[in-house]
């Protein structure tokens, strides 16, 4: 009973010349409950995940849902064509591509900031108040915050408020497309600034005493230690989360974008997921929004592995 | 920690008292920048608690940053919010999404992520793999609502929760927890007769009390807080979530309302306006109360996120 247990199979004679199935089979009769266990989440991504991957095809159709998916005519790529030959385009590409490279030049070197400011904190007490402070707003739903956005640029609003004393028009800030992109980065910004800091905090305090140590008595003063042996120590942690934020330049939730924006801004506002999301599940043009996503998919998926590829060739570091 | 922070920077306790004057600046400086970054990071809220007990009116005509209520000092809004039909029905589903979303979600990622932790477990590459695409791949939004109808399950109460049931994310933490776990107390119950089931929950679910925690308190936080889910799948009022009737009174009644003029507003405009205030506090208060306590599981879990990701 037991030899069976403890991967019987690879015991017996004759098991490199067994074909896959019968390997399998054989798992299977060692360790039935594994097979048991494993069953609901294999059933969860086929039907959340793999399914609605098959569904993909009705991008190359056109979709009638009465029709189901066999029903509906082919059309090849005429979905993909509609959308890269239509008006929205650039406008999309665009907005998404400023919103996420706002965050990568201002959202990504404030949490490393942050974290080597804790780092130089003497006071471990105030260091910990500060970071239990600092990672609140975390925890708050992308719902509140964006209505504390748009309560507070609305033209009665504190923020507004505060921005008229140095000339802004005393108006509701979001409706004026100029401005949506910085409030939108400036609320994220608030929200995970804390958070983000985290990951680099750790790294910070995980690099070898000694190295501190050795520097002093080298008469490095308090800037130079930072310079030549804190930012080495965090070097591969910056450079792994670099290469995620740059694979994902292209790739931008609908959700916080969905609450703040209105049709005054769309032309700085609307992103390829807002768009995907109104043609799809408010117009109603399934395959041509499967197909505007695919599109995004893909591109994100060229993005992120020729970024790892690229930091593997030039750094050293990758993702995998 | 407490060894690497006396070594940052150089300044061991022995050498403090040479703090040269310039030092001195440069911490007077990082105290200030804390400070204020602490002040941005609790002002909105404070905001919202001080506005909620305040006169609406003097509210919205106040143009200079709050500190401390207006009066008449208030209770009005958080009476009328308590009546709220929404946000009553809002409160109790979120609840009861709350506590069978992270039951649910802590129980199946568990048992994946046993499973492919286990190095007999034959089709455990594949599994992972299995796993793994749907990190960088997914169908989107539009083949997955129709799966949803398909399936039944669109604007029912299970909408909510089935398609966002685990999440790959956690799945791989806790795997990686699962994997330090040393083999010698798994095979010494294998000798003892017990099944995979028993090791999991006698064995392997002891040890990680500290992943499970972690990964219950992101699948409680993450379905307290989600609202798009519902807003995809639920057209039934009585189903939403407490987030959904949040967009509802903050964000669509804001559109509506956006050019009122002050002078000309009823009396009704400014309860509402009250009433926002309220039920943010309201929403926001029992996650931002109990979180201080669970922060180092928090922290824990962007750790040994990190090591995998």
Known sequence: MSQVKTNGPAIRKGYKEKNYFLRLFDNIKAHPWLYIMFFPVFAYYVLFHYWPMYGIIIAFKDFKPMMGIFGSQWVGLDKFKEFIYGPYLWRLVRNTLGINLGMLIFGFPLPILFALVLNECRSIKFRKVVQTVTYMPHFVSSVVVCALMIIFTRSTGIITNILAYFGMPKTNLLSIPRYFKTLYICMNIWQELGWDSIIFFAALTSIDASLYEAATVDGAGRWQQMWHVTLPGIAPTIIILLILRIGNLMSLGWDRIHLLYSEMVYETADVISTYVYRMGMTRMQYSYATAVGLLNSAINIILLLSTNALSRKVTESSLW | ?309
């Open chain 2, 1 to 309: 920690m407490a060894k690497t922070n006396i070594a940052a920077g150089g300044i061991t306790r022995e050498n403090r008292i040479k703090t040269s004057m310039g030092d001195r600046i440069t911490n007077v400086v990082l105290y200030v920048i804390m400070t204020i970054l602490m002040l941005v990071a609790v002002y909105p809220l404070y905001y919202c608690l001080v506005a909620s007990f305040s006169d609406a009116k003097s509210i919205l005509a106040n143009t200079k940053p709050l500190v401390a209520p207006i009066a008449p000092f208030t209770f009005h809004g958080y009476q009328m919010a308590v009546r709220h039909q929404g946000i009553l029905i809002g409160a109790r589903n979120t609840v009861s999404y709350v506590l069978t979303g992270t039951l649910i979600g802590l129980f199946v990622t568990m048992l994946g992520a046993f499973c492919v932790s286990r190095k007999y477990f034959f089709i455990r590459g594949a599994a992972m793999k299995l796993i793994l695409v749907t990190m960088f791949f997914s169908g989107g939004i539009i083949p997955l609502f129709f799966v949803v109808r398909w399936l039944g399950v669109y604007n029912t109460w299970w909408a909510f929760i089935l398609p966002w049931m685990m999440s790959s994310y956690n799945l791989i933490i806790m795997r990686t927890f699962f994997m330090g776990i040393p083999d010698s107390l798994e095979e010494a119950a294998l000798l003892d007769g017990a099944n995979e089931v028993q090791i999991l929950f006698h064995v392997v679910m002891p040890l990680s009390t500290a992943v499970i925690a972690v990964i219950a308190m992101y699948y409680g936080v993450g379905y307290w807080n989600a609202w798009y889910q519902s807003y995809m799948f639920q057209r039934d009022k009585t189903l939403w979530p407490l987030q959904m009737f949040l967009r509802e009174v903050l964000i669509v009644q804001n559109e509506t309302s956006q050019a009122t003029d002050i002078t000309t507003m009823s009396a009704e405009a400014f309860d509402r306006e009250l009433v926002k205030y309220c039920i943010i506090i309201i929403s926001t208060v029992p996650i931002l109360v109990i979180y201080p306590f669970l922060q180092r599981y928090f922290v824990k879990g962007v750790m040994i996120g990190a090591i995998k990701g």
